[in-house]
């Protein structure tokens, strides 16, 4: 921004409307600035809830797999049981 000497300066050689040009693109210049860093921050609020909602349902997943595993787990050690037994006595 100008001071004021300058500013009356400017006024006296004609030159106030080109300063008013000048301020008026400067402010639209920082109007469009301050929209796109909101757009931008809207992205990445979104973008942040979509990688919570990812999160959330990559742990679901993982605990149904971890409790799949353990039922494989136990059938997998109930048939060793029986598997033992059977060699133990193959003709019972």
Do not use: F, H
Request: proline share 2%.
């Amino acid at each position: 921004m100008l001071d004021p000497r300058t500013r009356r300066r400017v006024g006296r050689n004609g030159l106030s409307e080109e300063r008013n040009n000048i301020e008026g693109e400067t402010k639209r210049e920082v109007k469009d600035l301050r929209m796109e860093v909101e757009k931008l921050k809207r992205e990445l609020e979104a973008r942040d809830m979509d990688d919570s909602r990812d999160q959330n349902e990559s742990k679901t997943t993982i605990a149904k797999l971890t409790v799949k595993v353990q039922e494989l787990d136990q059938q997998v050690t109930g048939l060793k049981r029986c598997y033992t037994q059977w060699r133990l006595n193959p003709r019972a």
